[in-house]
């Protein structure tokens, strides 16, 4: 079994499994300017790992490190070897997604006290390990202090549960929101604004 390979690919970034341990390698793309190709790369990786290492401390993530090299185009981190919710989320009973789902509302709550938006809150990149929910993937975040960024950080779960888990995604999304609720003080604001955000979405249709 070869030491390093290849479990996914996208736009942005190759994920490499390495003894154990996850690398994220950003992609340059060749229409950019290399000079300004790799200032962005930099900018981006360097974002990234500080949010995850913000996060980590909050909430269940994969604690960051960057690989020594010239261009800081990845980060490093240990392999969450686990159930990827997207794909096991529907297995469970019903109490059991339920109790997850309050769980993400938890996470979320703690992480938006902490004004990290996450910007990709799919069940993609949660993982259940031994128990344990992890958020992984930041790649998309940012700091965000507005009721209005964490509203569509709410709004992107929410379609999130509604398409990929539809059966019971109702009464999975009403979990989230306790959860939610419980950890963070401002909700009812936040938990409005979506409202909000959710009109101006229908609107658009």
């Given at each position: 079994m070869?030491?390093?390979?290849?479990?996914?690919?996208?736009?942005?970034?190759?994920?490499?499994?390495?003894?154990?341990?996850?690398?994220?390698?950003?992609?340059s793309k060749a229409y950019r300017i290399k000079e300004l190709d790799k200032k962005i790369i930099k900018q981006r990786t360097k974002s990234e790992a500080k949010l995850l290492?913000?996060?980590?401390?909050?909430?269940?993530?994969?604690?960051?490190?960057?690989?020594?090299?010239?261009?800081?185009?990845?980060?490093?981190?240990?392999?969450?070897?686990?159930?990827k919710l997207s794909d096991n989320l529907d297995n469970f009973p019903l109490k059991k997604q339920k109790e997850i789902c309050r769980e993400i509302g938890n996470s979320i709550a703690k992480l938006h006290n902490s004004e990290i938006i996450h910007g990709d809150l799919t069940t993609s990149n949660m993982i259940l390990k031994e128990n344990k929910l992890y958020l992984i993937d930041f790649g998309l975040g940012y700091i965000g202090r507005k009721d209005e960024d964490k509203a569509v950080d709410l709004h992107v779960l929410k379609e999130a549960l509604e398409a990929r888990h539809f059966t019971n995604w109702e009464k999975l999304w009403e979990k989230v929101e306790k959860g939610y609720s419980k950890e963070n003080k401002n909700s009812k604001k936040t938990l409005e604004r979506l409202k909000a955000v959710e009109k101006r979405g229908r609107y658009k249709h």
């Open positions: 070869p030491k390093e390979k290849i479990i996914a690919q996208g736009a942005e970034a190759k994920i490499i499994l390495s003894n154990n341990f996850i690398i994220k390698h950003r992609i290492e913000k996060a980590s401390k909050i909430i269940n993530a994969p604690k960051p490190f960057f690989i020594p090299n010239t261009d800081f185009s990845k980060i490093k981190m240990p392999f969450i070897d686990g159930k």
